[in-house]
């Protein structure tokens, strides 16, 4: 007994060591810092609510604006190569939607096309796959940016451009089948005993709401065929921004539990995807929170195919909510039938060929990333095809 004594002598030392060390400099929280840290994320939440409503006002006058001068722009447009065939507006579609960086304009811009007749149905549904396009090129400049800002190591950089090259090549993957399904889909007729409308009630509230400020800009735009779509196509673009600043960080939102179990299942994946794309109604957004979640290891790059499938999807929302407020049926049968045909191809992908689609897609990614020129000619080719479109006859 008497030789244990040293060790717990000795050991004690240690331990009061080891306690002033960990506990000391952090010390007791400061009560009275809680109310105002409180205070400040009460205060956080309610601008992110007000600036969230100022845009969706926004919105709503971007897409009436849009509207009211899509007719003349339909003279303008009618017989360019811009609009002369299906192609060509899915390029139009396609390279828009990477020079104004979103997808979410451009694709309300097709159905406001479509109800001033500069465009047919059919070339709606490909001016809106175009942007879908367009939209998932923004998550691969994003992918770039953060891997050179974040300062990373070489693996933490060549996952956050993995994660734009994945976004990219899962949506050409879905969309591009989903439209060879549309046309004969939407040519068929299938949707046409859809007549579907907002509810007068709506109707006459955001009428109310919006019309001083859209018979205003009417007013003092210059008569001048599609100067007043593109006002309103401006507009729209700062709305979704103000959407932007209304959402947290992507870095906050990195910040998930860690728990892997849920993040290897499949259609749990696929829900969160699904329902964030839906809330920010912006599939930019939802897929570029997952640029720093993956960088940082909250995510294995396998693990997000499902989400970013998920995203593609819900994505469409506001595109749908657009095609009511249009007031056109024949907007609201290019969202339905987009909308079934890449949900139908979605699900047949994640049901009988995931595990195959997680190898291929990865394997295709890590041979573009193995080499510059590679990429070089990845990028390149973004820009090019959607040039070629617009250029086919």
Same mark, same amino acid.
């Given at each position: 007994?008497a030789?244990?004594h040293?060790? *717990?002598?000795?050991?004690l030392?240690? +331990?009061?060591r080891?306690?002033? &060390?960990?506990?000391?400099p952090?010390?007791?929280p400061?009560v009275?810092?809680q ?7 009460r205060?956080?939440?309610?601008r992110r609510i007000?600036v969230g409503?100022f ?10 604006i849009? $509207?009211?001068g899509a007719?003349?722009?339909g003279?303008?447009?009618?017989g360019?190569?811009?609009t002369?065939s299906?192609l060509s507006?899915?390029g139009f579609g396609?390279?828009s939607a990477?020079?104004?960086?979103? /997808? ?5 811009a ?7 007749g500069?465009?047919?149905p059919?070339?709606? %549904?490909s ?6 396009l /367009?939209a998932?090129f923004?998550v691969?400049v994003v992918s770039?940016l953060?891997?050179t &800002?974040s ?5 933490q @950089?060549r996952?956050?451009v ?6 990219l090549?899962l949506?050409a ?12 889909l ?7 005993g859809?007549?579907?409308r907002?509810? /007068?009630?709506?109707?006459?509230f955001?009428?109310?709401v ?6 205003l800009?009417?007013r003092i735009v210059?008569?001048t065929?599609?100067?007043?779509f593109?006002?309103g196509?401006v %507009?729209?673009l700062?709305?979704v921004r103000?959407?932007?600043l +209304?959402l947290?960080?992507a870095?906050d +939102?990195?910040h998930?539990e860690?728990?892997?179990d849920?993040?290897?299942? $499949?259609? @749990?994946m696929f829900a ?7 809330v920010t ?6 897929l570029?929170?997952?640029?720093p979640?993956?960088?940082k290891g909250?995510?294995? @790059? *396998? ?12 994505t469409l929302?506001d ?5 009511f407020?249009v007031e056109?049926p024949?907007?609201?049968h290019v969202?339905?039938a987009e909308l079934?045909t890449?949900? +139908?191809?979605? %699900?047949?992908l994640?049901?009988f060929?995931?595990p195959r689609?997680?190898v291929?897609v990865?394997?295709?990614?890590d041979w ?5 020129? *590679? ?5 390149a080719f973004?820009f090019?095809?959607?040039?070629? %479109?617009v250029l086919?006859p």
């Amino acid at each position: 007994m008497a030789t244990d004594h040293p060790h *717990r002598a000795a050991a004690l030392p240690h +331990a009061e060591r080891i306690s002033l &060390r960990v506990y000391t400099p952090s010390g007791p929280p400061d009560v009275e810092d809680q109310p105002t840290a409180e205070r400040h994320v009460r205060s956080g939440r309610w601008r992110r609510i007000f600036v969230g409503l100022f845009a969706l006002w926004m919105f709503l006058c971007a897409i009436a604006i849009m $509207k009211e001068g899509a007719a003349p722009l339909g003279d303008l447009l009618r017989g360019s190569i811009l609009t002369d065939s299906v192609l060509s507006t899915m390029g139009f579609g396609w390279l828009s939607a990477m020079l104004v960086m979103s /997808g979410s304009p451009i694709a309300v811009a097709s159905l406001t096309m479509l109800g001033g007749g500069a465009i047919s149905p059919i070339q709606s %549904l490909s001016m809106l796959t175009g942007s879908r396009l /367009g939209a998932a090129f923004v998550v691969l400049v994003v992918s770039f940016l953060y891997a050179t &800002r974040s300062g990373a190591e070489r693996e933490q @950089r060549r996952a956050s451009v993995s994660i734009g090259i994945y976004c990219l090549l899962l949506t050409a993957i879905v969309y591009v089948p989903a439209l060879a399904m549309g046309v004969p889909l939407l040519r068929s007729g299938a949707f046409d005993g859809i007549n579907g409308r907002a509810p /007068g009630v709506l109707l006459d509230f955001v009428d109310l709401v919006i019309s001083p400020v859209v018979d205003l800009v009417v007013r003092i735009v210059p008569d001048t065929p599609g100067l007043l779509f593109l006002a309103g196509l401006v %507009l729209l673009l700062l709305s979704v921004r103000l959407v932007d600043l +209304a959402l947290p960080d992507a870095d906050d +939102a990195a910040h998930l539990e860690d728990h892997t179990d849920w993040r290897s299942r $499949k259609w @749990r994946m696929f829900a969160v995807g699904s329902l964030v794309a839906l809330v920010t109604m912006s599939v930019s957004v939802a897929l570029t929170v997952l640029v720093p979640a993956v960088s940082k290891g909250y995510f294995r @790059r *396998r693990q997000v195919m499902p989400y970013i499938m998920g995203a593609n999807i819900t994505t469409l929302g506001d595109t749908l909510l657009t095609a009511f407020l249009v007031e056109n049926p024949a907007a609201i049968h290019v969202v339905l039938a987009e909308l079934v045909t890449i949900t +139908a191809v979605t %699900l047949v992908l994640l049901t009988f060929f995931y595990p195959r689609l997680q190898v291929q897609v990865t394997r295709i990614t890590d041979w573009i990333l193995d080499e510059r020129r *590679r990429l070089v000619g990845f990028v390149a080719f973004l820009f090019i095809t959607p040039i070629v %479109l617009v250029l086919l006859p």
